[in-house]
């Protein structure tokens, strides 16, 4: 059952109900070994931040940074943090030295805590132009600081200052202080375009999206919740939030490319992810199928197909499987569906929360064919996480993005755009009164830039209004559609749709160039490196077929007509992608202008 209460007191009320009970399983940073700490054990380390950062003088909702990735540590600094009403600023552990620069001079951040080398290093780097940075606080023990650094300290040495708990009078005045309209954190958005906004989330916001997910979302305390995305990100934090209301055990999972090998070692029974998680978990399945003789294709394409029928036809709809199909499918799933899971490290599962992009209807059906509980929804930063998802216990649509969760009010605005209200909604963007006032309607919705409709309760979205592309020929074109349908084919690893004021549908595509590399030995098809395989006649004609059978259900005008593949990936690096690994189009565009152009040559 779930604990209520102001999040800077979850901590302690969930020690006083399980005690020794394991709340985090973790690694420190450069281990292998897996260790576990209590729940009493999180409520004293998080006394101990709170105590700390008093003796650093932090005061009443001042902004402390944390740049890092996810970290036991981490956690210990938010709920500290929380636990004085000061307020926490997460930054992706992948941001660059110009955007840590810009979020620590908008939001006057007196103390940032880092987590490895390189978010240390970049902190240092940046701190003379940053007046008011004074203290940089380390995670990561095995840092090495640089020559002459006095501001520095690590985390170890922050909590011997709590030794005694010399604040504690102070935290318990602190404690009974904390409302709901205290600002717990203001997440920058990474941007597609422009600076990064910091959005507004109050403890308001908090409770109350916690509570309507709590009615929809089965999550328990049996669960074992592993983070797969960084706690920057609102859709884990929020997540993880949930799940420490409700008593799970939360895997913190330092490396995201390690997020495999980490689920195959620990046995998650729930996990947070975006699309592409699942995109590549499809392709790696196909990959392995192609590959087997056709006697066991078929076997485990029919065990796909019974899966697909009974879990989407039948269960997807709140309708009970006949008989025959209920045994099919318990054969089915106990001699192959469950080896696809055993692989992923998710053999005990309950569900597993799908947000941050448009999910590919073969995406949606192959997940719940082979078992697994997929939970689509859609949020914003700016609506703390979720505004629908799918329901317990309630039919679901594939292509839809959920029902409402409780107290979001939505209306369906001019071209479409969906429009939102209540307890979860920011009330805006830090410093940024110019844009809060384009932000909402004059009735008080917030603009999501996303257009949609609702049918039978189920909200679906059609595009993003901003990224709806016009043809010449005076055609709308919504490239995340299109590029989701395609991103499913083994041999895309990334792509960019082309179409603004052009006469038709264009491609960029960055290729799995590992996969590309076997089908031409296979094939005998000779390359010096990736700008000749890119160029190969053959291996051209091999994805036009692909990507003429993957489009075939759009209309004409959606269909791409040419593609280019490029010879080295989209990176943060560049400028191409933000820190949740979005594409920016305008930079991409840029970038490959020329490449663009020759594509529309006669």
Known sequence: MQTKCHLSQLPYAQAKKYGDRTVFVYREF????????????????????????????????????????????????????????????????????????????????RILFVGEQEQYDKARRVQALCPSLERIVIFDDSVIMADHDATSIFFKDLLKMADGYPNQIEVETLWKQANEEDLANILYTSGTSGDSKGVMLTYYQYHAAIEANDKCVPVCETDRVITFL????????????????????????????????????????????????????????????????????KIFRGALEIGRRHNIDYLAKGKRPPLSLALKYKIANKTILSLVRKELG????????????????????????????????????????????????????????GRPIEGIDIKIGE???????????????YKRDHLNKEAFTEDGYF????????????????????????????KYIAPQAIEAKLLVDKFVEQIVIIADQRKFVSALIVPAYSLLEEYARENGIAYKGREDLCSNV??????????????????????????????????????????????????????YAKVIEEMYKE
Not at 415 to 429: F, M
């Open 230 to 297: 960084p706690i920057t990100h609102i859709f884990e934090r929020g997540w993880d939030f949930l799940s420490l209301s409700e008593g799970a055990t939360l895997i913190i999972n330092t490396n995201p490319r390690e997020i495999q090998k980490s689920m195959c070692e620990t046995h998650p029974t729930c996990m947070s992810a975006v699309p592409r998680f699942w995109e590549k978990v499809y392709t790696g399945v196909q990959e392995k199928i192609d590959n087997v003789s056709p006697f066991k294709q």
């Open 346 to 401: 998710i053999d005990k599962h309950n569900i597993f929360p799908t947000a941050g992009a448009t999910v590919s209807p073969e995406v949606e059906i192959f997940v719940h064919s082979i078992g697994v509980k997929m939970i689509v929804g859609y949020g914003l930063t700016e609506s703390l996480a979720t505004v629908s998802c799918d329901h317990r216990d309630e039919p679901f649509s594939i292509g839809s993005i």
């Open 538 to 591: 053959m291996i051209i004609k091999m994805l036009t077929e692909r990507i003429a059978t993957l489009q075939q259900g759009l209309a004409g005008y959606e269909q791409v007509k040419r593609f280019t593949l490029l010879t080295k990936p989209f990176t943060m690096e560049s400028g191409e992608l933000t820190n949740t690994l979005k594409t920016r189009r305008s930079v991409i565009c840029k970038n």
């Open 30 to 109: 450069g281990s292998e070994t897996w260790k576990e700490i209590s729940w009493k054990g999180f409520a004293e380390k998080v006394k101990r931040v709170s105590n700390a950062l008093l003796s650093l003088g932090v005061r009443i909702q001042e902004n402390i940074g944390v740049f890092s990735q996810n970290s036991v540590q981490y956690i210990y600094t938010d709920f500290g943090a929380f636990g004085i009403r000061a307020v926490t600023i997460p930054f992706y552990a992948t941001s660059s030295e110009e955007q840590i620069q810009y979020i620590i001079n908008d939001a006057s951040i």
């Open 415 to 429: 071209n479409n755009e969906i429009l939102l209200k209540g307890p979860t909604i920011t009330k805006g963007y």
């Open 447 to 474: 603009r999501t830039g996303d257009a949609g409709y609702i049918k039978n309760g189920e909200l679906y979205i059609t595009e993003r209004i901003k990224d709806l592309f016009k043809t010449s020929n005076g």
